[in-house]
């Protein structure tokens, strides 16, 4: 039986044998059959050259510094690369507690001995190479004594250079490096090797603990609040040293000190995150108990957690005076109540929730039945994850995370009330990835969507809408959501008296790209699949199994029946038999408007092409509602170009979605919107950018990063760890280092000897990770052929037969629509089952948010990514139920992948800390160049039912359209108030052109037509594909984008005018 300690030793003995295979030694009498060179690639010093050493910064570092905003480096930089001939390290002591350090050097050579050859032996060269470690002895340094100091080893061939700075209030601050000085050997290859030294190493040590902490000789808050937050959580996080040329590994910490006794450098550092768990209540939060137990017991059960939550709160407050990790500095006071400020209001808000459902019996009754529906599903999902066997029952054991059925509390108030107070909040939903926040928007779907029908069953239309960024969650999130849906299916037909007789159902709504925009489109496509053929754009098959039983669809359980499409699953005995409640097709999403509609945001740059969109927002009859919900996930992505251009449209979506009945001033119907994320900062000022709404984040932090009631840092002992490593070469290329990388750890993954097959199944199949394209083209030759080659060498070494054959798959955006169902479905093939599984894939950041394959344990990240969020959230993909490994492969010839290297340990201790703010400007004169016609149009025509579908009607004067305007205009002064004006006379200057073009034609169309060819609007895309097109809104056709990813072309550049510096008189 697989154990997790069992996982760990395996994972523990891949790392070995890395370090083995790219740092060495094999064994402390080692001798090599090739040259050292060739044999190790990281912790080598080459000879000296004309190189200085390595200098130490004037300031202690932080992460904040290697942190910051992502920069691409210049080349100009790889022209200073040298191989190294020289590390170190930089510390800081207090000199009242020590007045000198120890330095123990560490370092081995290689020397060619002549071996006789046998002959037909395919051996290049006659010699092997004998090691000798370098005879290590401590070295004192005086702290007192400033200055330079060297000393010499090995004859001089080596060096250990220090170099004490003045003290400032008894601290000094020394850095120590390690130089081999042996001069630049001839071109002989032999000589090269003699000449380096390998397996380097400085060991620094105090005679009691007196290395301080580095990062903490500052005593002044951040003015931005979130860092002064980061500043508090991470105040027990130590710094003890800077690494130069490697990283730095602390040993004999004194937490309560803040001191340490020793630090080291280290080639291939490692460094353990262990996940978060949801906080612990003494309430019980079963599904089966909130589904089926009496009012009073279930509010009973809710005050107990709000207690748990309340009593968490004061002891919090009363901790900051303690002694010890608790404590909390006077310059932190501030902040730190800030935080219990937050908490308190977050517990005034779940005690609302709990009175709301104890005195309306509507809101409870819906409480009850949503509990209901939720415990189906994931019993539901436990049972198809155990590949559905046995009859299926409610007897798995379902529970709340607390912070999930807080979040429902906290957000029933809002969505059962269209006029409540906090219905204009944002309730943003923060959460380290893999800890359940799908569940809990999941729980407030289920909630809303039965509260509607309770109150009106009679009355359809779209209640909810969840949007992501990328395809991958969509596809993955409308399967999970379906299954949410058969079960509030399930329980309607249970109370069809109390729920109507309409079905519940769900809306796939996501580029004309991956499913068909009509039924004609899906007829074509369906022949063409059961004639065997590909269907690359527009493939209505998109479900592979049934979300209730788990049988696999076939191309025959897809039929158009009555103009619609219809999904049947093909096991006679399930409930849905005769059909599941999902909808695929843009013509039944617009014809049927599902309870809920799970798309991207690309898809709403349709409301300015397509009428029908208006059916989503209730406008097409009296008898349809409009949403009363609004999820946004992964938050963090609606940022950039993209996040500006998200703003634009959101304005539409506002005017359709009912606010302009708030402006007019009259009851409230703008939904509610709450979002997730598990990497953000400045959230509030990107939310009130891209939704122009205040905010408000859940859970709110605590003292520390691991605790805030609601979530916890997991013990490693019942919830497996993520270990990271760093590898970094500076003498080879960064290529060569991913082709060793990736071969020691699939050859390790292959002979390591295991209990159990699933112990060895997390880390079989390795996932690489890259940050573009680009680079995950160039290098995959490299992995298809040189890693082959690679593993047919180590597997030679370790004496095995054949070599370790693997097939490299790929998860980018250029894999086709049709195959990406089948490429996740791929990857839940584990070692235990009878298909073989993946060995390699290759992934960019279309992987970073929604691949949730729990059997994935090890990665491999291609030179540090751009932004620490993406980081975060593409290495969270694995080690999401065993312990993971994620192996960090740094591009020496990058200053920033350097500098991540060089603060390993670190950066990862305090990852979250690490993350970089986002922005979003929708008024920015540039966006406004992009989108604001696109946005005007949009929103007129989802609320002008004249214009609907003639755009010549904007010459007939409406009181509906001057309100418009005037609700954009007033929305930029909220949002942005210094572009406020410029988008007034914009909006005047774009609505002038389209009534003038009106004038000028009777017919008027949206988009151009064979009997109308001139038309308001053009496919941006095509209007910029013709070099003598000129991008510009002066006149018709206005070139509008079908999709938001449109907003990466080419900006055209123009000189802003000369102001006037009144300085200068």
Not at 369 to 397: C, V
Not at 525 to 540: C, I, Q, Y
Not at 739 to 746: D, P
Request: negative net charge; hydrophobic residues 40%.
């Amino acid at each position: 039986m697989s154990t997790l300690n069992a996982k760990y030793a395996f994972r523990r003995e891949m790392v070995d044998r890395l370090v083995s295979d790219l740092f060495g030694p094999s064994s402390d009498n080692e001798l090599l059959t090739e040259r050292p060179l060739e044999r190790y690639v990281t912790g080598v010093l080459w000879p000296a050259s004309d190189s200085s050493y390595v200098e130490a910064p004037d300031e202690p570092e932080s992460v904040a510094a290697v942190s910051g905003e992502a920069t691409v480096d210049s080349p100009v930089g790889n022209a200073r690369l040298t191989y190294p001939s020289s590390v170190g390290l930089t510390l800081s002591v207090d000199t009242t507690r020590s007045s000198k350090v120890w330095v123990t050097p560490s370092a081995a050579s290689y020397s060619p001995v002549f071996t006789d050859r046998k002959s037909g032996s395919k051996r290049r060269s006659a010699f092997d190479w004998q090691r000798r470690a370098l005879d290590e002895f401590p070295i004192a340094v005086d702290l007192h004594a400033e200055g330079p100091k060297r000393h010499l080893l090995d004859g001089g061939s080596l060096e250990v250079y220090s170099l004490v700075r003045p003290a400032e209030n008894e601290i000094v601050t020394v850095t120590i490096v390690l130089k081999n000085t042996q001069p630049v050997p001839a071109d002989s290859s032999v000589d090269k090797d003699v000449a380096c030294w390998f397996q380097v190493g400085l060991s620094v040590h105090t005679d009691q603990p007196s290395i301080i902490d580095r990062s903490k000789l500052r005593d002044q808050i951040p003015k931005d609040p979130d860092l002064a937050s980061s500043e508090l959580l991470y105040r027990n996080h130590l710094v003890f040293g800077a690494g130069h040329g490697c990283a730095v590994l602390v040993e004999d910490t004194d937490v309560a000190g803040r001191f340490c006794q020793r630090v080291s450098t280290t080639f291939v550092p490692r460094q353990d995150v262990h996940r978060s768990m949801a906080g612990s209540s003494s309430a019980n939060l079963s599904l089966s108990f909130m589904g089926s137990a009496r009012i009073d017991e279930i509010i009973s059960e809710l005050r107990r957690l709000a207690a748990d939550y309340s009593m968490w709160i004061s002891n919090s407050a009363a901790s900051m005076d303690e002694a010890g990790p608790k404590y909390v500095p006077d310059f932190l006071r501030g902040v730190a109540n800030r935080h219990m400020d937050d908490a308190s209001v977050a517990l005034r808000r779940i005690n609302a929730g709990i009175d709301l459902l104890e005195s309306d019996s509507t809101a409870f009754d819906a409480f009850l039945l949503a509990n209901q529906a939720m415990h189906m599903q994931r019993s539901r999902q436990e049972w198809i994850r155990n590949d559905s066997k046995g009859t299926f029952s409610l007897d798995y054991k379902q529970v709340w995370r607390s912070f999930q059925i807080a979040f429902i509390l906290i957000n029933i108030p809002s969505i059962t009330s269209a006029d409540h107070e906090e219905r204009d909040v944002a309730d943003l939903l923060w959460f380290p990835t893999g800890g359940g926040k799908t569940e809990a928007y999941l729980g407030l779907i289920a909630y809303l969507l039965i509260l509607r029908r309770l109150r009106n069953s009679a009355q359809q239309g779209v209640a909810v809408i969840m949007r992501y960024t990328l395809r991958l969650l969509t596809i993955q999130q409308f399967e999970r959501a379906a299954m949410l849906i058969c079960s509030l299916e399930s329980v309607r037909r249970q109370n069809e008296t109390r729920l109507g007789s309409d079905p519940f159902g769900i809306g796939l709504w996501v580029g004309g790209g991956a499913t068909p925009n009509d039924i004609r489109t899906a007829k074509t496509n369906l022949a063409k699949l059961r004639m065997g053929h590909d269907v690359v754009e527009g493939n209505p098959k998109q479900i592979e199994s049934c979300p209730w039983c788990g049988s696999q669809l076939g191309i025959s359980n897809y039929e158009i029946e009555n103009d619609r499409m219809v999904i049947s699953c093909p096991d006679n005995e399930c409930d849905f038999a005769n059909g599941l409640p999902v909808h695929i097709i843009d013509t039944d999403v617009y014809r049927e408007r599902p309870e809920l509609i799970i798309g991207t945001v690309d898809k709403f740059a349709g409301m300015a092409w397509n009428p029908h969109v208006a059916t989503l927002f209730g406008r097409d009859s009296s008898n349809s509602l409009g949403p009363d919900l609004i999820i946004q996930d992964e938050l963090h992505l609606i940022s950039g170009p993209l996040g500006s251009t998200v703003g634009l449209y959101e304005t539409a979506v506002d005017i359709a979605a009912g606010d302009l009945v708030r402006y007019r001033g009259s009851q409230n119907h703008r939904p509610k919107i709450i979002a997730s994320t598990a990497t953000i900062r400045r959230a509030e000022k990107q939310i009130r950018s891209v939704f122009n709404r205040s905010s408000s984040l859940f859970p709110p932090p605590g003292l520390d990063p691991d605790d805030s009631f609601f979530s916890e840092k997991a013990p490693e002992t019942k919830f497996g760890s993520r270990q990271y490593v760093g590898v970094l070469a500076s003498g080879t290329s960064h290529t060569t280092l991913m082709v060793r990388t990736y071969a020691s750890l699939l050859h390790s993954a292959q002979v390591i000897v295991s209990p159990t097959v699933e112990d060895r199944d997390p880390y079989w199949t390795l996932v690489g990770y890259f940050n573009s394209l680009r680079v995950l083209g160039s290098a995959y030759l490299q992995v298809y052929d040189d890693v082959r080659t690679r593993l047919s060498l180590l597997a030679t070494r370790d004496g095995l037969v054949k070599p370790r054959n693997i097939q490299l798959s790929e998860l980018t955006s250029r894999v086709e629509n049709h195959k990406i169902p089948h490429a996740l479905k791929s990857l839940e093939k584990g070692l235990t089952g009878d298909l073989t599984p993946e060995d390699v894939v290759l992934a960019t950041n279309m992987i970073s948010v929604g691949l949730d394959v729990d059997r994935l344990g090890l990665m491999a990240v291609m030179g540090q990514p751009q932004s620490s969020a993406e980081y975060i959230q593409a290495t969270s993909r694995v080690g999401r139920r065993h312990p993971g490994l994620v192996v960090t492969i740094f591009n020496a010839a990058r200053t920033r992948d350097r500098s991540h290297y060089e603060s390993f340990n670190d950066f990862h201790g305090a990852l979250y800390r690490a993350v970089e703010a986002t922005s979003a400007t929708p008024f920015a004169a540039r966006s406004r160049d992009r989108g604001l016609h696109a946005m005007l149009v949009s929103a007129l025509r989802m609320v002008v039912p004249d214009l609907r579908d003639d755009a010549s009607q904007i010459r007939v004067d409406s009181a509906l359209v001057d309100e418009v305007i005037s609700y954009i205009a007033d929305r930029v002064v909220e949002v942005e108030p210094g572009e406020a004006q410029a988008t007034k006379d914009e909006l005047e200057r774009l609505l002038n052109i389209w009534r003038k073009a009106a004038s000028a034609d009777d017919d008027l169309p949206y988009q151009p037509t064979k009997k109308s060819p001139r038309a308001l609007l053009i496919d941006a895309t095509k209007a910029l594909a013709d070099p003598d097109f000129v991008y510009s809104t002066n006149s018709i056709p206005w070139p509008t984008p079908r999709s938001m990813r449109d907003v990466d072309a080419e900006t055209q550049l123009r000189p802003a005018p000369m102001r006037k510096d009144s300085s200068l008189g």
